[in-house]
């Protein structure tokens, strides 16, 4: 995700994670942006280290 996005949506995110128990602000820090990452394999690093719960869902297809 773009940084400009993610500051843009910040405040209304935070507070939706929040409402879903998602943890908020601790949720949004799990989403990649250009400032770590710029590949598909750096982005999986990065969420697999920051926790992200996509990493233990089921694969779509």
Not at 3 to 21: M, P, S
Not at 29 to 36: C, L, M, R
């Amino acid at each position: 995700m773009p940084t400009v996005l993610k500051q843009e949506i910040h405040d209304a995110f935070v507070q939706r994670a929040e409402e879903l128990g998602l943890g908020g602000a601790a949720f949004l820090a799990q989403i990649a942006d250009e400032t770590n990452a710029t590949t598909e394999e750096q982005v999986l690093e990065f969420i697999t280290n920051a926790g992200h719960p996509v990493t233990t869902m089921d694969p779509m297809f």
